[in-house]
């Protein structure tokens, strides 16, 4: 049984284009994240969210956003694609927030790779 | 400067060996503190948490200088399935945001 799953694993598409990548946990958690990791290896959070409060890293740009359509998914949309968007994004969940030790489980990541 | 600093290595050592890394964090507001693991090509997952009175998990220690912002990893006799790379990670704000460092891999030989 997969804790946090992520579709597509693998994307590819054209600049310019608009893509969705989706995200499940059956853990029942309450916040959800997303990361990027680029070329460097380099781990960097995006967003995180619960039903209360979508909190945005202030580098992400605005062609990237959250949708949640209930507690157990968060779904990632990008307008516009651009060349420096190629990275593995990976979805993540925790339980309550308020508790600072509390270990995020990650999905298996998706690579997109933007032409 | 990056808010979490890791040497990226790569730590080379033979099977048995003690191996220890080092990170240092710049945010004196930072709350928590944990290691994670990333395998090639897969997803980070939690190894330790870091408390402030240091805590061991069977092979692995873990230490926190808060007034240094410093952290650290021990590893003792090391395995070949040890060989990852070990990223140093921390907390200080709402939303219970990771902070990753670049990690540093490590290569156990036989």
């Known amino acids: 049984d997969t804790a946090v799953s992520q579709t597509p694993k693998y994307l590819v598409t054209q600049m310019g284009n608009d893509k969705s990548i989706k995200c499940e946990q059956n853990?029942?958690?309450?916040?959800m994240y997303w990361y990027k990791q680029d070329s460097k290896k380099f781990l960097k959070i995006m967003f995180s969210y619960n039903n209360k409060e979508l909190i945005i890293n202030e580098t992400v740009p605005n062609r990237f956003s959250p949708k949640s359509p209930d507690k157990a998914h968060l779904n990632l949309h990008i307008n516009s694609l651009e060349l420096g968007d190629s990275a593995v994004y990976f979805c993540?969940?925790?339980?309550?927030?308020?508790?600072?030790?509390?270990?995020?489980?990650f999905g298996p990541g998706t690579r997109l790779t933007v032409l | 400067r990056k808010e979490v600093e890791q040497d990226p290595g790569p730590f080379n050592v033979p099977e048995g060996a003690t191996v220890a890394f080092n990170c240092t964090y710049s945010?004196?507001?930072?709350?928590?503190f944990f290691w994670y693991r990333q395998d090639c090509r897969k997803e980070p997952k939690l190894l330790m948490s870091v408390y402030s009175s240091g805590n061991e998990d069977g092979r692995f220690t873990a230490q926190l200088n808060r007034a240094s912002q410093y952290i650290s990893l021990l590893i003792r006799d090391s395995k070949l399935s040890d060989s990852a790379t070990y990223l140093c990670?921390?907390?200080?704000?709402?939303?219970?945001?990771?902070?990753f460092g670049g990690g540093t891999r490590l290569m156990v030989k036989p």
């Open positions: 853990l029942g958690h309450d916040t």
């Open positions: 993540a969940s925790s339980q309550d927030p308020a508790f600072s030790y509390n270990e995020q489980f």
């Open positions: 990670v921390v907390t200080h704000n709402a939303g219970n945001m990771l902070t």
């Open positions: 945010n004196s507001a930072s709350q928590s």
